[in-house]
T-cell receptor, first 109, second 115 residues
Framework: GQNIDQPTEMTATEGAIVQINCTYQ??????LFWYQQHAGEAPTFLSY??LDGLEEKGRFSSFLSRSKGYSYLLLKELQMKDSASYLC??????????WGAGTKLIIKP | TAGITQAPTSQILAAGRSMTLRCTQD?????MYWYRQDLGLGLRLIHY???????GKGEVPDGYSVSRANTDDFPLTLASAVPSQTSVYFC??????????????FGPGTRLTVL
């Protein structure tokens, strides 16, 4: 079967750095998305990786290793507004999105 | 630009009743999707449409139906609601559908409770 694994919850301190991991086992791979979802709101697009390596976008970076079936989202200079769930989703061989359950990130002052 | 709108925002429905969740996008995207989101689970695809006039089944289609009469609208109908359909429903769209990795953009969601 297809599976996306993320930690259920993480806690970090304002101003710090946090890394949210995602591992996947899917039938094929055509890219990996990260979305942010604040409580009670819609998921919003953060990043898309299809090649190995690090993609940096301001305070957020996303890394992919296809050989290891692994990605992480790195958030720097954490702000209180970064408290949200972070969803990892993989595009499989049928171009369907397979979603992880999400990681709830709690930022403490 | 509104993007994607959904209605209603929330609804309490008696089991056995029917209901249509509405979704409208103004981005002229070809593909649209309906997901449900339940605590502890990832988003699960219910139905999708790659272009107006076509629809397809996702991972959890039973008990739901959709239509795509035009580009902008993609309503989701529950013919006879059951308590297990209590969930948050998200509509999404992307520029292209089948065979692409286009980013999906989400509506604000409808919180449905079936009693």
């Amino acid at each position: 079967g297809q599976n996306i694994d993320q930690p259920t919850e993480m806690t970090a301190t304002e101003g710090a750095i946090v890394q949210i991991n995602c591992t996947y086992q899917t039938s094929g791979f055509n890219g990996l998305f990260w979305y942010q979802q604040h409580a009670g709101e819609a998921p919003t697009f953060l990043s898309y990786n299809v090649l190995d390596g690090l993609e940096e976008k301001g305070r957020f970076s996303s890394f992919l290793s296809r050989s290891k079936g692994y990605s992480y989202l790195l958030l720097k200079e954490l702000q209180m507004k970064d408290s949200a769930s972070y969803l990892c989703a993989v595009v499989d061989s049928n171009y369907q999105l397979i979603w992880g359950a999400g990681t709830k990130l709690i930022i403490k002052p | 630009t509104a993007g994607i709108t959904q209605a209603p925002t929330s609804q309490i429905l008696a089991a056995g009743r029917s209901m249509t969740l509405r979704c409208t996008q103004d981005m002229r995207h070809n593909a649209m999707y309906w997901y449900r989101q339940d605590l502890g689970l990832g988003l699960r695809l219910i139905h999708y449409s790659n272009t107006a006039g076509t629809t397809g089944k996702g991972e959890v289609p039973d008990g739901y139906s959709v239509s795509r009469a035009n580009t902008d609208d993609f309503p989701l109908t529950l013919a006879s609601a059951v308590p297990s359909q209590t969930s948050v429903y998200f509509c999404a769209s992307s520029e292209s559908g089948e065979g692409t990795t286009d980013t999906q953009y989400f509506g604000p969601g409808t919180r449905l409770t079936v009693l």
